[in-house]
């Protein structure tokens, strides 16, 4: 089956080392085998495009070192897209920037 690749950089997928205790179950529940674990029983992200945000990693993880905004960073990219931003860009508002540095313009980012 081909691999798929949904929007490119847009993904909100973190992962923190740290906390990581190499249980795999981040691994066992990934649809889109996004995570592995390495050689030192640690988790890492081996494909970050192919994540598609459903949130399984984050879930199941005990230690919460998986983190990911279920279903944001694609939807984000899309609504940026179609208001001529960046896709990477940070916010999707259209509400104005009052009191902030951007005053007037329709991102605060």
Request: hydrophobic share 30%; charged share 20%.
């Given at each position: ?6 929007l ?15 249980c ?24 970050r495009d ?8 984050n879930?199941n ?24 931003r ?5 916010c999707c508002?259209?509400?104005s920037?009052?009191g ?10």
């Amino acid at each position: 089956m081909k691999r798929l690749t949904y929007l490119k950089n847009v993904v909100t997928l973190k992962l923190n080392e740290e906390k990581c205790i190499g249980c795999g179950a981040c691994v066992e529940v990934c649809p889109q085998a996004v995570i592995g674990i390495n050689g030192v029983n640690r988790a890492w992200i081996q494909d970050r495009d192919a994540c598609m945000e459903c949130g399984a990693c984050n879930r199941n993880c005990p230690t919460e070192a998986v983190s990911v905004q279920a279903g944001v960073g694609c939807a984000a990219a899309v609504i940026n897209t179609m208001l001529g931003r960046e896709p990477s860009s940070c916010c999707c508002t259209l509400e104005s920037c009052e009191g902030t540095e951007n005053q007037g313009k329709t991102s605060c980012c």
